[in-house]
């Protein structure tokens, strides 16, 4: 394990102004995107959609590195670069999803999943690091019911996180460990606040008893939100009060950044929440992004799967990835929006 590349790896990830695009749905996900924009979930649809998002002019000054399915980190661009070197060349770094997907857990409740894909991931890992990948990242997901999840749950889950991480740093692959708590349901904030500690709590013993070099790894967290169908809504000022008190009590201050997915907010609230964050620093690691649907949405309603609309499609990809490298440091506003 070389340390020095990892903690730099980490480091260059959450550079100031930069977070990460995941581009890594898998084949299942991918097709849902396009159902909803009537497209077909072709080899090639998918390929001509990555390359649009990749080759998108300047996005390398917002977008640090791109979270990659095994699917594309064995595609090209259509003059024949793979993609992974198309990235690298923009100065952004590739990285890639390992984990083979939430399974119901055995003999378990209902709905109480076990992320799985830890069996050959060291041959993985290998072969990763050989096509260019200098991290990864791992999705354990937890749902909020009135009995969920329970202490099980958080334990195998913060233990498959663990190991996975530690063979990536065998590899020198920055793990990014992902402890989604879902937002799905009527719970309220309070609950979400607590479900939310209680999973990075599980998780960093494990990382501790599992010797993880926290310096070389990145968290992806949900933001602490009351649920989606919940009646108390709350102001963006509050969530991102509760999400960094959260985290200053459950996140090792050696952990280089937290990378938030969006998780099924809007585009817009998830830029706007991690801003509110961090007008509230300095904290003692980076806040930053590592958003799927909240940088993707706008680029697929401009696509729509018709060539002559790449131009349009990137144009609303570049403005997201602005708006939310201006969120990294407080800076973004309302007006940016408008003037797009
Ligand atoms: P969303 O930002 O769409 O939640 O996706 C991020 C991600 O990678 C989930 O694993």
Redesign the pocket.
Known sequence: MDTKQLAETARAMVAPGKGIL?A?ESSGTIKKRFDTIDVESTEENRRAYRELLFTTAGIEDHISGV?LFDETIRQSTADGTPFATALSEKGIIPGI?VDTGAKQLALAEKGETVTEGLDGLRERLAEYYELGARFA?W?ATYVISDTLPSQLAFDVNAQALARYAALCQEADIVPIV?P?VLMQGDHTIDRSDDVTAAAHQALYDELFKHRIFLEGSLL?PNMVLPGYDCKQQVSDEEIAERTVRNFRWNVPAAVPGIV?????QSDEQ?TARLNEMNKLGPHPWQLS????????APTLKAWKGDASNVGAAQAAFAHRARCNGAARSGSYTAEMEKAA
């Open positions: 995941a890594d979270i999803k990242k999705r992902e989604e992806k938030f997915l969006s998780g099924g998830a992004f590592s958003y799927g649907r909240a940088l993707q």
